[in-house]
């Protein structure tokens, strides 16, 4: 067990449709990431915050948006859905957001029908 | 060409073996990163580098700046080592680039 929690496991959901996905991290930690995990794209860097700030960006969509809150817990949004985003999606959290190891949580798997 | 590329994709080792997976990659670092992935979907954070070597128990990492390049060596392979294994390398930006994983089978 990381310490890191999302919920929901499991969200099916149909095109069009908006979700919340919601990350708890470790203890401590006052970074979170999000990750999208597609079977034709593999492992993607979605977005990072530090302590409620916007760290870094990576291949994140107009219609995906994300936050952190000032308890640390965080919450990637997905509107407008699409098939194509049926995906494994990852939080993970690390301390400082620098240099160190990342944990991730179970991960939310998305489908999209 | 992938800013980070695995290889194999893909091995099958029998109880006992060395296991090798390689990692290149073509940008400027900071970091790299050996994460496991279960079966079930779960990710584990194997390893993060910067320089020279790491050991964990039977796994080694090691990572050469210079020629971009870095292995994961598991010793006495065991089926529960059965995963795939992805490589993610820390760029500018602070942004995490992954490699597209190689899938390991240990056979008992």
């Known amino acids: 067990d990381s310490g890191v929690t999302q919920t929901p496991k499991h969200l099916i959901t149909a095109t069009g449709q908006r979700v919340t996905l919601r990350c708890s991290p470790r203890?401590?930690?006052?970074?979170v990431y999000w990750y999208q995990q597609s079977l034709d794209q593999g492992l993607q860097f979605l977005i990072q915050?530090?302590?409620?700030?916007?760290?870094a960006k990576g291949n994140i969509l107009e219609r995906f948006s994300a936050q952190q809150f000032p308890d640390l817990h965080s919450e990637l949004n997905l509107s407008s859905l699409e098939l194509g985003d049926s995906a494994l999606y990852f939080c993970?959290?690390?301390?400082?957001?620098?240099?160190?190891?990342?944990?991730f949580g179970p991960g939310t798997r998305l489908l999209v029908l | 060409k992938n800013e980070v590329e695995q290889s194999p994709q893909n091995l099958t080792a029998q109880e006992g073996e060395f296991i090798t997976i390689n990692c290149s990659y073509s940008?400027?670092?900071?970091?790299l990163h050996w994460l496991q992935q279960h079966p079930g979907g779960g990710i584990v954070s194997l390893f993060m580098?910067?320089?020279g070597k790491k050991k964990h128990g039977r796994l080694i990492a090691t990572i050469n700046i210079q020629e971009k390049h870095s292995s994961l060596h598991i010793t006495a392979s065991h089926p529960r080592d059965s995963a795939v294994y992805i490589c993610?390398?820390?760029?500018?930006?602070?942004?995490?680039?992954f490699g597209g994983g190689t899938r390991v089978l240990v056979k008992p």
């Open positions: 993970a959290s690390s301390a400082w957001g620098g240099l160190e190891t990342q944990y």
């Open positions: 203890s401590g930690d006052l970074s």
């Open positions: 915050y530090y302590n409620g700030e916007e760290r």
């Open positions: 940008v400027g670092i900071s970091a």
């Open positions: 580098l910067s320089s």
């Open positions: 993610a390398v820390k760029a500018a930006g602070n942004k995490l680039t």
